[in-house]
């Protein structure tokens, strides 16, 4: 069965609790949208955006980061049981800026992956190869090397298989806050690509069920062609989803 369609919104380091309150009044989202949308504050403005969305604007909230232990003597950090206290449902895990500002590894996004998941929130798994890479033909083997870290632990398999619960999203890092944006027929093959490898890992219905959503540069103008795409099941909106309307237009686009 095709996955319901996703629009996230990725604010990054924007919009404090005062701003997220203000985004909240003024986000008016299409009546009729099926798409199920998550938008991913900084964790400081999560409280104030969930008790300023109204009940019945449906959306689900996440945040950008977490670390795999529960508690402990982490300075900075924050674990998936006080997001999930917080209200948070979604993880981003592996976001092209942790990976290239922050030097994450592969490790590091399967240790989050597994932590998420045993937590019981679902991880949003980012993935995506920089300029040199695609330059080099490598766009293949640096997502399914960023796939396959997470994939080989078989906690994630297993909790996968059962709960149904993860998400990835393909980020070409060239894309990403530059106003480049992949062709859908770029995003469509890198979405197969990543098809086949949860096929083979997961095996056909569970494989089939992951939703692959694209991200870099998404705009209200770009948003259809690209949902319209094959395999191309949501899109992970940085830029454009810090202003209400823009974010409600590339909404309306996901059906
Ligand atoms: C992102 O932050 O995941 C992203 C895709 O950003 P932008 O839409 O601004 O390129």
Redesign the pocket.
């Known amino acids: 069965m095709a996955p319901r369609t996703m629009v996230a919104g990725?604010w990054?380091m924007n919009l404090g609790p005062a701003e997220a309150a203000d985004f909240a009044q003024e986000l008016t989202l299409p009546p009729s949208t099926r798409s199920e949308v998550v938008l991913f504050p900084p964790a400081l403005s999560l409280a104030a955006l969930r008790e300023e969305l109204s009940d019945e604007s449906e959306v689900a909230l996440g945040v950008q980061n977490v670390h795999w232990e529960a508690s402990g003597a982490y300075t900075g950090e924050l674990s998936v049981p006080m997001a999930a206290e917080a209200g948070a449902t979604f993880v981003l895990v592996g976001?092209s800026e942790r990976r290239h500002i922050f030097g994450e590894g592969d490790d590091d996004a399967s240790r989050k992956v597994e932590a998420v998941l045993r937590g019981g929130l679902t991880p949003v798994l980012?993935v995506g190869e920089t300029l040199e890479e695609r330059k080099r033909g490598e766009v293949a083997g640096v997502i399914l090397r960023q796939l396959e870290a997470v994939l080989e632990s078989g906690e994630v398999r297993e909790r996968i298989a059962s709960e149904a619960r993860l998400l990835l999203a393909y980020?070409p890092v060239w894309?990403?806050?530059?106003g480049e944006t992949a062709t859908p027929e770029d995003a469509a093959g890198a979405h197969r690509i990543l098809r086949e490898r949860l096929v083979s890992y997961l095996g056909d219905t569970v494989g089939e069920g992951v939703p692959i959503l694209y991200?870099?540069?998404?705009k209200p103008d770009n948003a259809g062609d690209l949902l319209s795409a094959p395999d191309v099941n949501g899109v992970?909106?940085?830029?454009?989803s810090l202003d209400p309307s823009s974010f409600a237009r590339i909404v309306a686009q996901g059906g």
Do not use: D
């Open positions: 990725n990054k976001h980012c980020e894309a990403i806050g530059t991200g870099g540069s998404v992970l909106v940085g830029g454009a």
